[in-house]
């Protein structure tokens, strides 16, 4: 439990109809259930301020129920995710599917200087919160040390997914972010986390509509480098016509009744990614 008064961030719900489900749009002031989450240095006490927050997106309103009215998450049993032990290289690595040799035409939304392959993957997985498109795939060109950011992917456009055919004068990796998609069809919510001093990120949950089982993932950056992190969840119970009443709040520290969500540990660049997972519950 922190010993201070600290800030919390909401969730503005938000519903959007499938076409695939038929399902009629439902009110949303039925959906308006503020939820907090908060990023903590593991054994330190330091917290890192949520000031931000993004929408609840019930992808198939039939979900509205079942899915979110978060005490159901809150009440999960949080099973110790499999990848825990894994090296942080290794869980950012794990988020991208490699090509060697070829390229997405058109698409690129930025391009920029990198000095290793893994600095080009932390910049897709990131260039979101930084305030930019939604990167769906990076490739990497090592003879300029340039990292092309795209915001589309192989499988989006495999018709211009094509073999560099200019091999004898640049290479070109590609490597598709497969982070970008929840694993299952089903309703999501997501946080965008950005902290007092330093930290920013984002968490996701997904559900899938027919097992009901739930997934996460989480990418942070700008942390303490080698460092470990917990991320705590907490359902306030609270209903409202929308979370911004609740943005900035004193004195919302963690208790008994927040959940560990997930534990995770930084590389040397300050940054944790965990790539979808499957929750117990």
Known sequence: MLSRPTRAAGL????????????????TSSTDVCYYSRLMRAGVGE??????LSPIVMVRASLLFSLFSLSTMASMTMA??????????????????????????????????????DDC??????????????CRSAMHIPNDQECVLAEQSHSDRPDLFVENDQRAFFSVNYYENKCADAPVKGGQISAKLEGFKSGAGIVKM????????AYV?????DLEANEHYTIHYK?????????????????????????ILMELTTDHTGMAVRPWEQLAT
């Open 12 to 27: 503005i719900p938000w519903m959007e109809n499938d076409d695939q489900t038929n399902a009629p749009d439902l009110p």
């Open 47 to 52: 917290s890192f301020n949520l000031l931000s």
């Open 80 to 117: 110790a995710l499999s990848s825990s032990a894994d090296a942080p290289n290794k869980l950012l690595l794990s988020c991208f599917e490699f090509h060697e040799n070829y390229w997405l035409m058109g698409f690129a939304f930025h391009t920029v200087s990198i000095e290793f392959k």
């Open 121 to 134: 993957l932390r910049h897709c997985l990131t260039s979101q919160m930084r305030g930019g498109e939604s």
């Open 206 to 213: 997904a559900q899938d509509i027919t097992s009901k089982q």
């Open 217 to 221: 993932l989480a990418v942070l950056t």
């Open 235 to 259: 359902n306030t119970g609270e209903v409202a016509s929308g979370c911004s009443n609740i943005v900035g709040r004193q004195g919302a520290e963690l208790d008994d009744s927040t959940t």
